[in-house]
């Protein structure tokens, strides 16, 4: 079974600090996605990487980066949080294979900014 | 600009009735449509999926039904249980693009006894 791990559950934070949260996947997979997830809107995707070193914005990049130094962990750094980014944070990952796979998700990080 | 749109926000049924979630989407390009269940404190888990080349789908009690030229798709479950209460999220994907997902609002079921 794939598992995807995210290191916190519950993280509280203030405005201004620099947050990272990670993600490891232990199925080898090449690509990672962050989303955050709000009510009424869903997931929307932050950031993602098909391979190391690699990465790609998403819908909302805005005040967020992210860092895949190995395949197997992904982090996204909230580079000054802010109050509108208290969010449900989900990892995924999924191989790149030719036929569609679907994404595996991580357990999320609620993080609270105050 | 939301593509992929579920506009019930929950949707209550007695257990052993037929559950149906519905959505919509925009974007033609979608060419893979899947549904994730996920409970409270849990991540989203794949549950069904379906490509564009075909019109149904089914897997035990979860069928999933796509109408092209509608752009509209929708779950049915049948017999709802108990257990399959949860939020169910519609997502859309198109092909070569890295598997990217645009997920819809999502849609809370409540199954009562």
């Known amino acids: 079974d794939v598992k995807v791990t995210q290191s916190s559950r519950y993280l509280v934070k203030r405005t201004g600090e620099k947050v990272f949260l990670e993600c490891v996947q232990d199925?080898?997979?090449?690509?990672m996605f962050w989303y955050r997830q709000d009510p009424g809107l869903g997931l929307r995707l932050i950031y993602f990487?098909?391979?190391?070193?690699?990465?790609e914005k998403g819908d909302i990049p805005e005040g967020y980066s992210v860092s895949r130094e190995k395949k197997e962990r992904f982090s996204l750094i909230l580079e000054s949080a802010s109050t509108n980014q208290t969010s449900m944070y989900l990892c995924?990952?999924?191989?790149?294979?030719?036929?569609?796979?679907?994404?595996?998700f991580g357990d999320g990080t609620r993080l609270s900014i105050l | 600009d939301q593509q992929v749109k579920q506009n019930s926000p929950s949707l209550s049924v007695q257990e052993g009735r037929i559950s149906i979630l519905n959505c919509d989407y925009t974007?033609?390009?979608?060419?893979?449509f899947l549904w994730y269940k996920k409970y409270p404190a849990e991540g989203p888990t794949f549950l069904i999926s379906?490509?564009?080349?075909?019109d149904k789908n089914e897997d035990g009690r979860f069928t999933v039904f796509l109408n092209k030229s509608a752009k509209h798709l929708s779950l049915h479950i049948v017999p709802s249980q108990p257990g399959d209460s949860a939020v169910y999220f519609c997502?859309?994907?198109?092909?070569?693009?890295?598997?990217?997902?645009?997920f819809g609002a999502g849609t809370q079921v409540v199954v009562t006894p």
């Open positions: 990487s098909y391979d190391v070193k690699m990465k």
């Open positions: 974007n033609s390009m979608f060419d893979y």
């Open positions: 997502a859309a994907s198109i092909t070569d693009s890295w598997g990217k997902l645009q």
């Open positions: 995924a990952s999924s191989p790149r294979i030719l036929l569609y796979q679907p994404q595996h």
């Open positions: 199925m080898d997979h090449e690509n």
């Open positions: 379906i490509s564009s080349i075909k």
